[in-house]
């Protein structure tokens, strides 16, 4: 979402992002939203998550429609293969791959298709599930939408961008316009609400761990070399300097535990 070319993204006013609800525009408003004053390019997007079968086992992903006009839908960064899918091919995200034992040129089946897997992708990875790209034309069969659209991506040039979202909504009854911080603040809510609480107890947890952990290895390193504690202050070590010795052996074994 950060990285399309867009202002705003317009959704139906019953969508608020991507994984909760699913948006539905009709494409011939495309060409009314471009009639809006200080609007300058206005694309279709249309993603869906999907549940594939892979040896048995159904797996889900984010299908994302990749329009070669436009541009719009691509990865962002592929690591292998193919930047951009053909008619029949598909991009899959580097953690499905591995999780999936899934390589290039193999076959995934989508629906009643078979698509080749002809690029792996990094950064697309959605912690639940990840992102996967492919035609346009492709999705839209699998989808089975043709003549509608997910969203709008608008850019706009020279207006206030509070009075293009309004007249969008004015003109067009029915959606929801947000600005792309919005849209992906309202994106990864869930991400943040759902999982970072979770990590941040496993976080708060393996810090204490770690700690009690080091603390007895050092405590009884230390109570094991006394005696050579008690040679080098028989023969007039002082006791600061005990403590540099010790306070760099818990460093040292801190930093690479």
Partial sequence: IRSQP????????????????????PLEDKAKIEAVAGVTKVSPFSARQIVVSIRGKREATYLVAYDQETGIGGPNKVVQGKQYPDQGEIIIDRVFAKNQKIKLNDSLPIGEENFKVAGISEGTNLVTFQYSFVTKGDAERI?????????????????????????????????????????????????????????????????????????????????????????????????????????????VA????
Avoid at 10 to 24: E, G, L, W
């Fill in 6 to 25: 867009a202002d705003f993204w317009v959704s139906d006013d019953k969508a608020r992002d991507m994984f909760h609800s699913i948006s539905i525009l």
């Fill in 143 to 251: 989808f089975g939408t043709k003549g509608i659209t997910n969203y709008f991506l608008v850019s706009y040039q020279g207006v206030d961008n509070n009075q293009v979202a309004a007249n969008i909504e004015k003109q067009f009854p029915g959606t929801k316009v947000f600005s792309k911080q919005e849209f992906v603040e309202n994106n990864t809510e869930f991400i943040r609400e759902t999982f970072l609480p979770i990590v941040l107890v496993l976080l708060i947890i393996g810090f204490v761990v770690g700690v009690a952990v080091i603390g007895l290895t050092i405590y009884t390193s230390t109570v094991e070399k006394s005696r050579e504690y008690g040679v080098l202050k028989a023969i007039g070590v002082r006791n600061s300097q005990l403590y540099k010795m010790v306070f760099a052996q818990s460093l």
């Fill in 254 to 257: 801190g930093i690479t535990g």
